[in-house]
Every structure is written in C-alpha cells, then in structure tokens.
C-alpha cells in the first residue's frame, strides 16, 4: 500500500476519533445551562468533561496537523476556501476553552450565567460547522484547476450541508446527553436520559434526512462500503435509542459513539481517493496522488508516527481509566 493512501487512512482514523470523544464534549457544552437547574448542578456538567475534553480535542490538532503534513495541497485549499467558516469555528473553540477554565473562578451569578451561555455557543458552533464542512468535501465545492478554491462563503452553504450540520449538531447532543447518563447522579442523570430520548427522535430525523439527501446530491453510494457503513450507522443510533428506552446507558453510549463512527469512515471512504471534490470538474478534485507531500517526507512522518501515536493513545487510556467514575458534589473543582 502506498504510503499517501495509509495517511489518508490515519487521517481519517484520527477525524473519527475525534467525532467520537469531542462529540459528547459539544454535547455537555450545549446542554449545559439547558440541563444544570442550579450552580452545583452546572458545575457538576462541567465536571464531567473537565479532566478529559482538552484532550480530546488533541485528536483535531493532531488531525490537522497530519493533514498538513501529509497533503500540503488540500490543507492549502481548504483554509482559504472555508476560511470564514473556520474562523468562526477557532472563535467558538477559544471561547468555549476559555469558559470552562474560567467560570469558577468567579461566584457571581452573571458572571457564572454569562460563560455558561458562552459554553453553549462555543460548543453549538463548532458542531453545527463541523457537519457542514464534511458534507462540503463530499458532495464538491468550486475548485479550479490550480487546487484554487474560487467560490464563497455563501457557496458552502445549500439544503445538504445545512441538514448535514443540523444531522451532526443533533447526534453530538444526544451523544452528550448518553454520557452524561453515565458521568452523573439522579436527579441530573434522569434529566439527561430524558432530554437523550426527546433530541434522538429529532437527531433520527435529521440523520435519516442526511442518509437520503447524500443519495442525492453526492457519490457515496457509489462504493458499497462506504453505503453499508452509512446504513450500519442508522442502525446503531436505533438500537442506541432504544437501549436508552430500556435504561441500558452503557450500550446507548456505545451505539450513539458507533453511529459517529461509522457516519466518519462512510464519508472518507465515500470521498476515497479524492479528498476534495471539485464541482467545477472531477479532473481538478484533489486526491491521496496530486495533492501527497513527497515519499521521504511521508516516511519520515510514518516513522514519527509509529513512535508516539502508541503512547498518546496509551496516555488517553489512562486518562479515561483514572476518572472513568461518576462525578458527584464530593469532586466538584471547576
């Protein structure tokens, strides 16, 4: 196997497990002042993604990075094309950041109030963008010739990736909603189970509308992979619905997490071996060939990555392990 395409495989592995973890972050951060009714109860929220969200966004970072490494082309179009989108997307990140290291360092109540609104923006942005953006890749935006991104703003912005943010936006939250059924205590924890089954059925719509407008308006099904995996997805969110309904969270969490993941490698192996689809014209799409960095500096990047990818890996795994309990009044520290 050619040493672009194993990059384009590790690209995609890191975007998914960063849907995966960062995906109930976005969640809690937007259910944050919808759920906590009183301070402790907002803090008790913030707890729970407080020892592990900071590195769980480590997979973008890393993700990007990578991406920038491996196909300097693509990292070249897509900040200059979506530009504003991710703008806007490093603002909700800084702000939400901000905002949970922030909040408890203050006990007024408008300044408590105000970053937990600023939460909410900060995590609500960022996943309503990030479904846009990969709906984008998929169905093409104009790109010309040169690798240039000759379009707009406002041409990233149609019916499917609208309904392709919503989709994403709506799954995270119910994502969060099954983590927090783990992380806390009644009466939170029964909020939260409660809220995950009124947002999953407007998450399975969104979602379903998602399925059948990539039919439409994109290639996808075109390799039967990439569609079984899109379907495998529909499947998990409903049978993680329906372990909601039957009070099994562990196996909600599970399936609600499969859902992301297999939504994540449907559009990369939908997109493969393009990884930006021209609208203009398929022969300008970039791909694993025209857009990949040189072969020594991908195998430097392969030799560099087989020595600390293990121990990143292994050092989030701990992480997880040493705060895998419920969050209760007795933790409370942001």
Known sequence: MELSVVWFVLVAVLFTGFFFLEGFDYGVGVLLPLLGR???????????????????????????????????????????????????????????????????????????????????????????????????????????????????????????????GVAFLLVFIYHGAAYLVLKLEDPLAGRARRTALTVGVFAAIAFLALVGMTYIYTDLFASVGAGVSLWAAVGAFVVSYLAMRAHRTGWAFVGSGLAIVFTTAAFFWGLFPRLMVSSLNSAWSLTVTNASSSPLTLKLMTVAAGLLVPVVLAYQAWSYWIFRKRVTLRDLEY
């Open 38 to 164: 009183t301070d402790d109860e907002r803090r008790l929220i913030i707890g729970s993604i407080g020892p592990v969200w900071d590195g769980n966004e480590v997979w973008m970072i890393t993700a990007g990075g990578a991406m920038f490494a491996a196909f300097p082309h693509v990292y070249a179009t897509l900040f200059s094309g979506f530009y504003l989108a991710l703008f806007l997307m490093l603002v909700a990140l800084i702000v939400r950041g901000v905002g949970l290291d922030f909040r408890s360092k203050q006990s007024g109540p408008a300044w408590r109030s105000t970053w937990d609104w600023l939460i909410f923006a900060g995590s609500l942005v960022p996943a309503l963008l990030w479904g846009v953006a990969v709906t984008n890749l998929l169905k093409g935006v104009p790109i010309d010739a040169k690798m240039n991104y000759v379009g707009t703003f406002f041409d990233l912005l149609s019916p499917y990736t609208l309904i392709g």
